[in-house]
């Protein structure tokens, strides 16, 4: 039998199964207590091409000795870095008729916008949140600071996403494939320097304490919760409150919502204010 078949046939213990659920959710605060099928079938192939023959094994590595590089494989293929360009546009057009105008009001002065896109994925959301601001600041878009702060917990996603390297959909304007893309090979366009340079990318677990040099006016955080437990998503919403500024935003998916204790008021779908 070749080693992808039996790859195939392993399974994993109820016992390494809590270890490995139990792990993910305290060290990051993925939710895979209903992922069992899905750990057996994406972690498989990894556990044998590690050399281990269990996976009992493999978490007795994974937790006593694995290392950045192991624990970001394991992340990689129990998550889902799937995103597109314009995606869930009536947050965008909320974002460039109501937001953006609000900021650059209050900005005037020290014409600085501080936007953070947390769980960036491969990199087409804060690339896309950059455009809509080019295109609304036009000629005066040079006298401003606009760089953007891009997260993730994958270093995979943030390797493409520096890259800026991408089949683009046909919902992207033909304005912006002009001004904001590159033509490169095989049908692909690679973000022009103008957009690639205003976004900041950088690793980071929203578990962790956000302790930024500065608070923000708008947090994209957009289909990162629905790998959360309940527990997990308060916390992370009352973090991300208190590295807002007052009157600032939170946009997440339609695919999410908030506590109804949330602290943020509610203005649009799937956007939410600062009060």
């Known amino acids: ?158 390797n493409k996403a520096r890259r800026g390297l991408y089949q683009l959909p046909d919902t992207i304007p033909a304005g912006w494939k002009k001004n904001y893309f590159v033509a490169a090979q095989g049908g692909q366009y690679t973000v022009a320097p103008k957009i690639k340079n205003n976004v900041l990318f950088r690793q980071f677990n929203l578990m962790d304490s956000i302790q930024f040099r500065r608070k923000f006016d708008l947090i994209f955080c957009r289909n990162v919760m629905i790998y959360f437990d309940q527990p997990t998503k308060d916390a992370l919403v009352r973090r991300f409150y208190d590295a807002t500024v007052p009157g600032g935003y939170l946009i997440i998916s339609k695919a999410e919502n908030l506590p109804p204790d949330t602290p943020y008021k509610r203005v649009a779908t799937s956007i939410f204010r600062k009060k």
């Open 1 to 158: 039998m070749d080693n992808s078949k039996k790859a195939a046939g392993m399974s994993i213990s109820e016992a390494d199964f809590r270890r490995l659920v139990s792990f993910v959710q305290s060290k990051y605060g993925i939710d895979l207590r209903e992922k069992k099928q899905l750990i057996t079938s994406r972690l498989s192939n990894t556990v044998k091409g590690m050399g281990f023959t269990s996976f009992t094994q493999y978490v007795d590595y994974l937790l006593k000795q694995g290392t950045g590089d192991d624990i970001n494989a394991l992340l990689s293929r129990l998550t889902t870095n799937y995103t597109y360009f314009m995606r869930e546009v009536e947050s965008f057009d909320y974002f460039y008729s109501t937001i953006l105008p609000e900021l650059v009001r209050a900005h005037q002065r020290d014409k600085s916008l501080s936007i953070w896109s947390a769980g960036c994925s491969s990199g087409e959301e804060p690339y896309n949140v950059s455009m809509y601001i080019m295109d609304y600041l036009g000629s005066q878009a040079s006298q401003w600071d606009t760089r953007l702060l891009a997260t993730d917990l994958s270093v995979e996603a943030l």
